[in-house]
């Protein structure tokens, strides 16, 4: 139980365009999913929390206006890099809250390459 | 001082070792402590949660915590070829809630030799 699915799991694209990851909650509802972001041999950064039904929480320092998210159902957050730049290379990593243990449980990520 | 702090490594031990992996923090609210495993190009996996001070065992795996030391340890019994992972501590102050956030060491790199 507790799975968490994302994507795509990997994704290339030019500078100037926008991408869309998808992440579900296979096996559970989640009201809360978070988002992450880890450089090579870092931790993992949060970047937002994404409530169902509600606007996103950002970190300081995260551009809201660049990642966009939206958790319209209990099984479904989205994040949109938009207008990527190289420096948004990076493996995002999103995970929900719920199961039988109230903690969060990962996805596989998703490694973004723009170029 | 951050928050969390682990030792990066990386560790390296022979198959069959026992390997201990530590993180400290300095937050006294914290009170759910959880360790996860992370394969290169993986999300990570939760492996042990625990709530508040003591040990709690599931098959080669113990995870300590001591509460009024602000330290918490991971111990791997009988180490194994594919346990070799990063392993990332992360604890937070609620369980759930609108102020639910965990919060993560670096991750120790450990590498068990055949």
């Known amino acids: 139980g507790a799975v968490v699915s994302q994507h795509p799991s990997r994704v290339i694209c030019k500078s100037g365009t926008s991408v869309k990851i998808e992440c579900r909650s296979l096996d559970f509802q989640a009201t809360t999913m978070f988002w992450y972001r880890q450089f090579p041999k870092q931790s993992l950064m949060l970047m937002a929390t994404?409530?169902?039904?509600?606007?996103?929480?950002?970190e300081q320092g995260v551009e809201k206006d660049k990642f966009l998210i939206n958790h319209a159902s209990l099984t479904l957050s989205t994040l949109t890099v938009t207008s990527a730049h190289p420096e948004d290379s990076s493996f995002y990593i999103c995970s929900a809250l719920g199961g039988t243990q109230e903690t969060q449980y990962f996805g596989p990520g998703t490694r973004l390459l723009v170029l | 001082q951050k928050e969390v702090e682990q030792d990066p490594g990386p560790l390296s031990v022979p198959e069959g070792a026992i390997v201990s992996l530590n993180c400290t923090y300095s937050n006294s609210a914290f009170q759910y402590f959880m360790w996860y495993r992370q394969y290169s190009r993986k999300g990570p996996e939760l492996l042990m949660y625990?709530?508040?001070?003591g040990n709690k065992e599931d098959g080669r795996f113990t995870a300590q915590v001591d509460k009024s030391s602000k330290y918490i340890s991971l111990f791997i019994r009988d180490s194994q070829p594919s346990d070799s992972a990063t392993y990332l501590c992360?604890?937070?102050?609620?369980?759930?809630?609108?102020?639910?956030?965990?919060?993560f060491g670096k991750g120790t790199l450990l590498t068990v030799n055949p």
């Open positions: 992360a604890m937070s102050a609620e369980s759930g809630g609108s102020n639910y956030k965990l919060t």
């Open positions: 994404s409530n169902e039904g509600s606007k996103a929480t950002y």
């Open positions: 625990t709530y508040s001070s």
